[in-house]
Each structure stands twice: as structure tokens, then as C-alpha cells.
């Protein structure tokens, strides 16, 4: 048995789960966030302790190795015993703008250097904005990670996850290893990080912090993005996902670094590499179109309709970015539209073309043939899956998530224990959807205009 634990933004997720990959026992402790008003978005390292630590007491101690992974790109400072230094820095704290403009200056290669567009939520940018503006005379050491304080505090090391480490903005995604000219560029020194590395790191003794059996096996997952990956297709070249929530994004499993322009790009063990693109609005730019077009129609009564009208393309081109973009355009200013619109077309016609343009928007980063796992909320909707299989021309497995991050850690835990990993979520879809080819004929002629009104918009927003 595996004690995966999963440190997310709002509280710890443990779960107990077998070499099959069923799940035994699971629990949920939140700890708090402290947002402020100049963008600033903190938290306690000790609360992740302490969940963790009520965790572990509310489950039984029927494993033999512990697992951990969580969110990425925190800052978290430690004095020279390992303690830490005030609060937490997380992965969407903005206050680092302009720490973050200076750094893309003095370093022009940044960019390129990580894999990665480099913001203010930039970790390396959060240090120099730290370092200018408080006293760091004290700081020893720094880690990126829930998972990675957690486990330090079990005395297991100061170590970071190669995930999680190229979510900093200090890692050379091509060498695979910390960036001198970034880490100088920042203020930060090389014995300052932590070792790269990740799986099995020690076993605890009797008296630790999680209460813990003594004996039992640490292993540092990777980071929330790539245990994600892996518990639902695995890390294997190619393997890849799409996720329709609020947002949306499409994962896939590559051998080699691409334009970080308009997408993420995380490091993973034995070279390989996670490419994420992402699309800001998927769900609330559905819930929007529904209220507007549809008012009053629910999302399972306007899946009802859609069933009912023809499985053709529309016809129409539509952009589903409400909130601005970030694949396959990068822009703030973009947004959303409908193009070729008639005066004969009623207004489930135009909320079923804003369903098609959100799916062809994920189908510009997705190659066609073989099975495409869809996970997510709108992964729940037939009529989304049939335009999916369309605009992708896949095979459709509607896979169950939820837990899908603490499966890849017991996963990862188990293939660095035993060399095996567990089976994949994607393993058991609970809805299998193919693409007609007739439909899929509707819609090849439109896929490429459909990229084009992407940059044409882009180019012309204000």
C-alpha cells in the first residue's frame, strides 16, 4: 500500500491506494491562503505540516511507502536548521513585475534559457523583488514546493522535483540543471537551491513529524502538473490529455523543447519534457454563451438540445477568449467573437458554434488518430465529445480525475520502489466516443481558418 499525499493551494489530499490502483481511504484537511492587495498571495509552511500531519492520524497505517507532490513555483525561505522564514510565496503571487521586466533585460536568453515566458509570477523574480526589499541576511536555503518543505522537515534532505524546479524560472530546461547566469541575474546563489532529483530519498525513523510508522518509505513525487499527467496517461512519449474545466488545457508527453511563445514546457525524468497549452476560458466561456443565447437553459437541458440538431459543422468560426488568450495566441487584448453569422440562424446554432470553436481551439495543439483521454467537467457533456472527436479526429475515453494527481504520485512511488508503475485512469474511460467521418469532413476545411482568425484577432485587438 501507497500514502500518496497531494499539497495543493487549498489543503492536503491523502489517499491510501493499492497496487492496483484502487483507492482504500482518503481524506481532506484545507489550510488557509492570506491574499493581499497589492497581489501578494501567501500561506504558512507550517499549515502544510500540520495538515499533512492530520492527515496521516485520520488514515490507517497500512502502508509502507509515502508519496508526496503538490503545487509548483512557490518560494519558501529556511533559515540555516531548515526552519522557515515567514510566510510562503505562491505560484500566482504578481507583486515581482517589475522584479520581472529587469530580469528579462539583463537576461535576453531567459526565455529561452527555461523553456518558458517569464512573468511576474516567475519565482526567480519573487526572490529579487524579496531580496531588494527585505533583510535576507538570514536566509541559508530556499525550496519550491509544499512537497519539497514537507519532506525536508522529515529530514529526508533539500531537494526539488525536476517538475517543479523548471517551474521557477532558474532552471536550464535544455542542461537540466540550475541556471548560473539566472541565478547570479537574481541574487541567489548556487548553494543556496536545492538538489535536483526525485523518487525514493530515505525512510523515516520513529519519531517524525507526520507520525509516520517508522520505516516507512519517502519519496518525493513530481511536481501537481506532471503526477497529473502521469495518473491519468502516464509518461510515456506522446501520451497526452485534454482537461475542459473553467479552463482548459491539452498535455502531452514530447523528447524535445518547442517556442515556449504560447506554451509551458516542464522537465521530467530521463529527459523528457511536458508541453502544456493552455486556454484561459473553456467552461465559463460555455456558462457565458448559455446565460446570453440560452437564458435560462441549464448546461444538461442545452446538451439536450444540441443532441437534437444535426452533427455537421456549423459552419460558423467562433474564438472562445472572453478573458483573453494564451494558446494559440498569446494575448491579453484578444477576445471572443462569432464569424459568418445569418440572420436564419437561431441561438442554439450560435451556442453550439461557441462549443465548436472552444474544442477547435484545444485541436490546434492535438494530432489526429489514436485515443485522446478528455477529462474535466465539460468531458461530461456527449454533444462536447462528439465535437471533439470531430475537430481532433480521436478516439474519445472520457476519464474519471478528480484524484488524478494523487494516483500519479502512488504511481511514481510505486515504479521507484518496485519498477512498476500503476495503471493509468485512462485505463478505465467510463464513456468512449469515436469520430464519424462524415462529421469530420464538416469540419477539416475550417480547422485551418479557425487559426487564422486567432492571429488575424490577435493582431488587431486594442
Known sequence: MILAIDLGTSGAKAAIIDSAGAVHEQTFV???????????VEQ??????????????????SYTVVSFT????????????????????????????AEAARLNTVVPEWKDITGNRQTATSTAAMWLRLMEQSDVSDVASVLFSPASFVVSQLECGLVCDETTASSTGLFDIHHRCWSDDIVQACGL???????????????????????????????????????TTCGI???????????????GWHARVVSTVSDPSEVRQFA????????????????????????????????????????????????????????????????????GCILGMRGNQDPLTLYTAVIEGICMTLAHDIKPGGILPATGGGAR??????????????????TVSEDA??????????????????????????????????????????????????RFAAALSY
Not at 79 to 97: F, M, T, V
Not at 197 to 221: E, H, I, M, R, W
Not at 293 to 320: F, N, W
Request: net charge negative.
Open 70 to 97: 503538490g503545487q509548483m513555483q512557490d518560494l519558501i525561505c529556511l533559515d540555516r536548521a531548515g526552519r522557515p522564514l515567514g510566510q510562503a510565496l505562491l505560484y500566482n503571487d504578481a507583486r515581482a513585475a
Open 30 to 40: 484545507p489550510y488557509s491562503t492570506t491574499k493581499l492587495p497589492n497581489g501578494g
Open 233 to 247: 496517461v502516464g509518461l510515456g512519449a506522446g501520451d497526452d490529455f485534454v482537461s475542459l474545466g473553467t479552463s
Open 268 to 335: 521530467l525524468p530521463d529527459g523528457g519534457i511536458l508541453r502544456i497549452a493552455s486556454v484561459l476560458s473553456v467552461g465559463g466561456t460555455a456558462d457565458w454563451a448559455r446565460s446570453v443565447l440560452l437564458p435560462g437553459v441549464s448546461a444538461k437541458e442545452a446538451d439536450a438540445l444540441m443532441l437534437q440538431r444535426p452533427r455537421l459543422a456549423t459552419g460558423l468560426l467562433s474564438l472562445p477568449s472572453i478573458q483573453g488568450e494564451s494558446f494559440p495566441v498569446r494575448s491579453h487584448s484578444v477576445g
Open 189 to 227: 546563489r548556487m548553494d543556496m537551491l536545492p538538489t535536483i532529483a526525485s523518487g525514493f530519498l530515505d525512510t523515516v525513523g520513529a519519531d517524525n513529524c507526520l507520525g509516520l510508522p517508522a520505516g516507512t518509505k519517502v519519496v518525493l513525487s513530481l511536481g501537481d502538473a506532471a503526477s
Open 44 to 61: 504558512d509552511p507550517m499549515q502544510w505540516v500540520s495538515a499533512a500531519r492530520q492527515a496521516v492520524t485520520r488514515l490507517p497505517r
Open 405 to 454: 494527481a494523487l494516483h500519479g504520485a502512488a504511481s511514481l512511488a510505486a515504479y521507484a520502489t518496485s519498477g512498476e508503475y500503476l495503471p493509468t485512469l485512462a485505463a478505465r474511460a467510463i464513456v468512449e466516443i469515436e469520430p464519424e467521418p462524415e462529421v469530420v469532413a464538416s469540419f477539416e476545411p475550417l480547422i485551418a481558418k479557425h487559426l487564422e482568425l486567432f
Open 381 to 398: 457533456s456527449v454533444p462536447w465529445m462528439r465535437i471533439l472527436a470531430s475537430v481532433t479526429n480521436r478516439n474519445i475515453h472520457v
